[in-house]
């Protein structure tokens, strides 16, 4: 009997240090495990302020300014722009929604040479010298775009309101106000009209954007201005609304 204790008990030792020693070959785990890294999406949401430029260009009718008597003429005119944006918008899973607003100091000039109508009857002072020059732009919008973490889509649509100044000369010499039938050959005036467009805009950083956009404007009536604008802007966008 006690011979059978015996050799259980060396039985036993035996397996234990056996065990013992194949848990001493295992590696041990380590004392300190990186955390899971959870990556961050991307957030339109909050209030931005930047600045944007670019070219446009488009046609106008400078009598419209100066008189309501003439029949429509379209000048074409080009020039650089450049200005301030300030907006706001929050996002709901891909959806952004904001409200946006510019204004810009403009360059854009035209001239053209025609003979003056009223009524499409040629106006005896003959052929006259017509300018025109865009010096301000400014724009209130709405945005609605869908966002692909640092993308976002978007289109704008909202009101414009044009500055513009305008001259009438004539050809021959002879004094605007007499030969052209209206009381002025120069004017400034500023028109309320419409615009709407397309934009892209990346986000470099969490609070740093930078846009590319066009638009489309008419003031007043499509006789007036009809203007193209192609913009590049950069934003910085604060804390969430």
């Known amino acids: 009997m006690n011979k059978v204790i015996s050799s259980i008990a060396a039985a036993t030792a035996f397996v234990t240090t056996c065990i013992a020693a194949q848990a001493a070959d295992l ?28 070219y446009a260009w488009g046609s106008q009718d400078p009598f419209n300014i100066l008189t309501s008597r003439f029949d429509a003429f379209s000048v074409p005119f080009s020039g650089g722009m450049f200005g301030g944006t300030v907006g706001a918008q929050i996002q709901s899973g891909h959806v952004v929604i904001g409200v946006e607003a510019d204004i810009d100091w403009a360059r854009i000039n035209g001239s053209a040479t025609v003979i003056p109508t009223i009524g499409g009857i040629p106006v005896p002072a003959g052929t006259a010298a017509l300018t025109t020059n865009i010096h301000d732009v400014s724009t209130g919008r709405l945005r609605v775009g869908y966002a692909l973490d640092n993308w ?15 001259n ?3 050809v021959g010499g002879l004094a605007c106000t007499t030969a052209l039938l209206t009381a002025v050959c120069s004017g400034t005036d500023h028109r309320l009209g419409a615009t709407a467009g397309l934009g892209l805009e990346y986000g470099i950083t969490p609070a740093i954007s930078a846009k590319f956009e066009y638009l489309y404007t008419v003031a007043a009536s499509l006789e007036v201005s009809h203007l193209n604008e192609v913009r590049v802007g950069l934003n910085y966008r604060f804390g969430g609304l």
Do not use: C, D, H, R
């Open 27 to 54: 590696p041990m785990e380590p004392a300190y495990k990186a955390p899971v890294v959870v990556q961050q999406v991307y957030n339109w949401t909050g209030f931005y302020i930047g600045v944007n430029g670019g």
């Open 152 to 166: 976002l889509l978007y289109a704008t649509a909202g009101l414009a309101l044009l500055g513009a100044n305008s």
């Open 168 to 170: 009438v000369s004539t």
